[in-house]
């Protein structure tokens, strides 16, 4: 007995190992049937189609609704990818970038050369809200070069078409960049000309009979700052003569933020052709250091009365009447500035269009915007500062300028309502 239990605990053994397996293979084959498979092929190479459930049921068709009812229906709401699809629908399409393509190199070159910008007539514009915003003043893209595609999605499809679309890696744009957080997308437009340019309809209906003249400004960041000065004052336009930086250099951009695409920006003047842009009757105000220097006589000391004359022009006014003092007759008058009255900036001086001249810092304005004041009935406009301390920058008085001559047509504007009323 002992023997016949040994024996059958010997030949249970494999029949246990074989159940084991079985059932082993037997899970897995559950597991699998878990996963509702469409077929399901067995060792042996039997093939088995699953059927559906008796639970499932096809669904039937439903009911066409009532117009009633479809009127009823809240909108559709478009997905991202559904986005993404009219993206590609499109036919836009975009290359990625090698290391070394010759594409990449035209960006830095637009960058640091203003005679290339001046050549080839493109401008470099970095950062989603610039681009927008030239986008929809209608500046002509080019090339644009960003990191992930979502950043050209979100401009206007329409505005994409025939642009040259090449995705870069970001280390790339950020050794290219100036800002200190690049936002990962750049572009190449054509140089706007302001005659094509639409400016946004709120800025044309609070546009002033004022206009700005910048004369030899050659700081990115004053003139920048200017710009965004003009545009929020409500000037009609601004003029540059030639001498002032670029005003589509990288800096000036960065610091006007988006008033180049508010305000018409003409630029490279000579003096001659500039009176062909300033409207009828309109007069000519001059921001100078040296005004009530030569109209006052002052003391030597010109910044006790909170006003600092210019060097260079005091330096050609001295060397001017050195060369003539010998050829001047009896009673003959030295003077060399145009002879334009002082008047302080919080006067009225905006009776008749105006325009207001701002000179750089260093050199100061010239002599041809004195002549040009002079021609036009206009004055110099002082800004009282502290004794002892120097002028103010540039950017400042042509903020405070702007905005007290924005005041004034504002307050002539509140007495002709008025009067109007009352007769």
């Not at 092929?41 to 088995?48: D, H, I, K, Y």
């Not at 180049?260 to 490279?268: G, L």
């Not at 006052?296 to 009365?305: R, V």
């Amino acid at each position: 007995m002992a023997a016949w239990v040994k024996g059958l605990g010997w030949v249970t053994r494999p029949l246990l190992s074989v159940v084991r397996t079985w059932d082993l293979d037997a899970r897995r084959w559950v597991r699998a049937l878990r996963r509702s498979p469409v077929r399901v092929v067995f060792p042996s190479g039997q093939a088995v189609g699953r059927k559906p459930g008796p639970e499932k049921q096809p669904r039937r068709a439903a009911p066409e609704a009532s117009p009633h009812e479809q009127r009823q229906k809240p909108p559709l709401q478009v997905s991202a990818s559904q986005t993404s699809c009219a993206w590609e629908e499109s036919g836009l399409r975009y290359d990625k970038a090698l290391p070394g393509d010759r594409r990449l190199s035209s960006v830095m070159t637009i960058v640091k050369s203003r005679p290339f910008r001046e050549k080839q007539g493109k401008i470099l514009l970095e950062g989603r809200r610039l681009i927008a915003d030239a986008l929809k003043a209608g500046a002509v893209p080019k090339v644009f070069f960003f990191s992930r595609l979502e950043y050209i999605k979100e401009l206007p499809i329409d505005k994409l078409k025939g642009v040259s679309l090449i995705k870069v890696k970001f280390e790339d744009i950020k050794d290219w960049s100036d800002l200190v957080t690049p936002q990962g997308i750049m572009g190449i437009f054509a140089k706007p000309d302001h005659v094509k340019m639409t400016y946004p309809e709120t800025q044309l209906r609070h546009l002033l009979p004022l206009l700005l003249i910048c004369d030899n400004l050659r700081d990115p960041g004053n003139l920048g700052t200017i710009l965004r000065s003009a545009a929020g004052a409500g000037c009609s336009k601004v003029l540059l003569t030639k001498g002032c930086v670029d005003p589509w250099e990288p800096k000036v951009l960065r610091a006007a933020m988006g008033a180049h695409f508010q305000v018409p920006i003409i630029n490279n003047l000579d003096w001659e052709t500039l009176p062909n842009y300033l409207p009828t009757d309109t007069r000519v105000y001059v921001a100078d250091n040296c005004g009530l220097y030569a109209q006052a006589q002052m003391s030597d000391k010109a910044s006790d009365h909170g006003w600092v004359c210019d060097r260079r022009l005091s330096k050609l006014h001295k060397y001017e009447e050195e060369e003539e003092e010998e050829d001047l007759e009896p009673g003959a008058s030295k003077a060399w500035l145009p002879e334009l009255e002082v008047q302080s900036y919080d006067l009225d001086w905006t009776e008749a269009p105006a325009a207001v001249v701002i000179g750089g810092e260093t050199h100061g304005v010239s002599l041809e915007s004195l002549q040009l004041a002079e021609s036009t009935g206009g004055k110099r406009l002082l800004i009282p500062v502290v004794p002892g301390v120097d002028s103010l920058n540039s950017a400042m008085a042509a903020s405070i300028l702007l905005f007290e001559g924005r005041r004034q047509l504002r307050v002539r504007a509140e007495h002709l309502s008025r009067d109007r009323c009352y007769h």
